[in-house]
Nanobody, 117 residues
């Protein structure tokens, strides 16, 4: 079955950086659109960044210019480089995978990112 395992979360001071990783298994990674979402306390889960199988990317306005999504198909891994972190970036970050034949995502278990002021 599909498994997505996130890593790289933690506690960082405002202005700092973190890189999240999501290792995928049980699927043809290169054919899937991959994404990162986040859920802040008492808020809904929102899209942060996405990358298609062809490498096209899109970002939420709140993170444009600060976050970069990338993928390594040889390693079945998607990354989220987060720079200039702000306290409002504090959230649980989730990796998502969407096969080309579906509108439904597979989800990872999430990794906590906490940005202190």
């Amino acid at each position: 079955q599909v498994q997505l395992v996130e890593s790289g979360g933690g506690l960082v001071q405002a202005g700092g950086s973190l890189r999240l990783s999501c290792a995928a298994s049980g699927m043809i990674f290169s054919s899937h659109t991959m994404g990162w979402y986040r859920r802040a306390p008492r808020k809904q889960r929102d899209m942060v960044a996405g990358i298609t199988s062809g490498g096209a990317t899109n970002y939420a306005d709140l993170v444009k210019g600060r976050f970069t999504i990338s993928r390594d198909n040889a390693k079945n891994t998607v990354y989220l480089q987060m720079n200039s972190l702000k306290p409002e970036d504090t959230a649980v970050y989730y990796c998502a995978a969407r096969p080309p034949w579906s509108v439904t995502n597979y989800w990872g278990q999430g990794t906590q990112v906490t940005v202190s002021s």
